[in-house]
């Protein structure tokens, strides 16, 4: 079984896809904790980073290969574009208003809500820039997904539920 697990900066992807990988036995791959070290490699932070990487396409080349590779069966890779290189049984997408994923941010980095905005939509215009340009994909097409979750709306405890159900009525065909 693979899951994907993807979703806007600061809709809760990370949680989501631990607590499912943990509920369900399945190894949890992170394209955007590849992408952190990454950027530590190179002393920057995740803004630095994805401006350098519009002028270097061979860092999402990397992440996306590396993701591949670690898919080698029963787990859930999460991350924006694992839905679209990876052959999955279940694609799902978390979404949220940008003030939410701003605040989540904020405590998760230790900065101020209005500089998570910032940071989160040069972040997304950067991302949404590069997935065009490199690989043809718009990010903002959800047709791919089976399930999108709007995590603004539910709390983690409810969304493992949602996703789980799902994967579970997968499971008894």
């Excluded at 994907?4 to 990988?21: D, H, N, P, R, W």
């Excluded at 396409?57 to 590779?69: H, M, T, V």
């Excluded at 047709?143 to 405890?157: S, V």
């Amino acid at each position: 079984m693979i899951v994907t697990i993807g979703g806007s900066a600061g809709s809760g992807t990370s949680t989501l896809a631990k607590e499912i990988a943990s509920r369900f036995g399945l190894k949890h791959i992170s394209a955007g904790l590849i992408m952190r070290e990454m950027a530590k490699e190179k002393g920057m932070d995740l803004l630095e980073f994805s401006k350098f990487a519009e002028e270097n396409s061979q860092i999402d080349n990397e992440i996306d290969e590396g993701q591949k590779k670690m898919a080698d069966g029963n787990c859930v890779a999460e991350g924006r574009l694992s839905a679209h290189f990876l052959e999955h049984d279940i694609s799902v997408w978390l979404t949220a208003p940008l003030d939410v994923r701003a605040t989540r941010v904020s405590y998760r980095e230790n900065i101020s809500p209005k500089e998570a905005e910032k940071r989160i939509t040069e972040r997304e215009a950067s991302e949404k820039k590069r997935y065009k340009e490199f690989y043809d994909i718009d990010i903002s097409d959800m047709d791919r997904y089976d399930i999108i979750l709007n995590t603004g709306k539910f709390d983690i405890d409810s969304m493992v539920k949602i996703v789980s159900s799902v994967i579970e009525s997968l499971s008894d065909k």
